[in-house]
């Protein structure tokens, strides 16, 4: 049976590393702007206060780990009050060595590592539309571990880096997303999948995206009365099941649109569609533009 979570991240797509060291001590304070991309930090000792933009204070210690999959604006901070210093991630030229913020001599207060990375795909708000603003996760010894690593793979200019960089991202996008499936995540593919019976639904759409499903045959395998599955899968993945079917295969159409010498007609039968223009009607419709169209700029 097909694995959603890992074809949802192979499909993103993660690159492009890069990982600093952090540090404070005393009365310090820093605010960033907006940033867009996924951010993630560990911290390695001590404690600090974090304040995510419409989201409440957290206090951050030794062994938390934090993703922030579209780093809104931030501050982070010592105990103390102090006006924070203000920090542009889109203008300023990334530090070569730690960042120390604050009281520059003696033992700090906190040392995180942080980073940030880019998702190559353009379906990035998939994963977004998944998670909280903030993900929160503390004693996940694992985490903290791949976050050490990348920093590691990072700083140094070893064979095969980029490659595995972008292995250490994907499963650490993987375990920070499988720590919060569940009725404790918010309503998306990983609440769903926390769902044994609607879990069995996904995984068969996944595992066969282009069978002509409908909610009935759905709510079959899934063991559930048509109208129960149909309410229970909404809630908890936020959209109804034929509209997250057609989601995740516009997703997959695009990702095939963006490989050379692909035939419209097999790209139409391999997400579930009879022909190239009925495909080509749906997908315009999802997306705004033709398949031929979104093929050649994403190819430009």
Same mark, same amino acid.
């Given at each position: 049976m097909a694995d959603p979570l890992s074809q949802l991240i192979q499909l993103l797509r993660p690159k492009t590393v890069f990982t600093k060291g952090i540090s404070g001590a %005393?009365?310090?304070?820093? !605010?960033?702007?907006e940033f867009g991309q996924p951010s993630f930090c560990t911290v390695v000792a001590g404690s600090c206060r974090l304040v995510v933009d419409g989201t409440a204070p957290v206090t951050l210690q030794a062994g938390d780990f934090v993703l922030l999959p579209t780093t809104p604006g931030f501050t982070l901070s010592g105990f103390e009050p102090v006006q924070p210093t203000f920090i &542009? *991630?889109?203008?300023?030229?990334? *530090?070569v060595d730690e960042v120390r913020h604050g009281r520059a001599d003696g033992e700090p &207060?906190? !040392?995180?590592?942080? %980073?940030?990375? $880019?998702? =190559?795909s353009p379906d990035a708000g998939l994963l977004v539309s998944l998670l909280p603003t903030l993900v929160h996760l503390r004693g996940i010894e694992r985490l903290s571990t791949l976050v050490r690593l990348m920093g590691d793979e990072a700083s140094n200019e070893r064979p095969g880096r980029d490659l595995v960089l972008g292995r250490?991202? =994907?499963?650490l996008l993987v375990e920070a997303l499988r720590s919060i499936?569940? =009725? %404790?995540a918010t309503p998306g593919l990983l609440r769903g999948l926390g769902d044994p019976r609607l879990a069995t639904a996904i995984r068969a759409i996944h595992a066969d995206p282009a069978h002509p499903w409908t909610v009935a045959e759905l709510a079959s &395998?899934?063991? $559930?009365?048509?109208?129960v599955f149909f309410d229970r899968f909404t809630r908890a993945v936020g959209v109804p099941p034929m509209e997250y079917l057609l989601v995740w295969r516009m997703a997959l159409a695009k990702d095939l649109l963006r490989q050379r010498d692909v035939d419209l007609a097999a790209i139409a039968e391999r997400v579930g569609y009879r022909s190239a223009s009925?495909?080509?009607t749906a997908f315009s419709r999802h997306v705004g533009q033709p398949p031929g169209r979104y093929a050649r700029l994403a190819l430009a």
């Open positions: %005393g009365r310090w304070a820093v !605010r960033y702007s &542009d *991630p889109k203008v300023t030229s990334a *530090p &207060d906190v !040392r995180l590592l942080g %980073g940030y990375f $880019l998702l =190559e250490l991202v =994907e499963i499936q569940g =009725e %404790g &395998d899934a063991a $559930l009365s048509r109208s009925t495909f080509s």
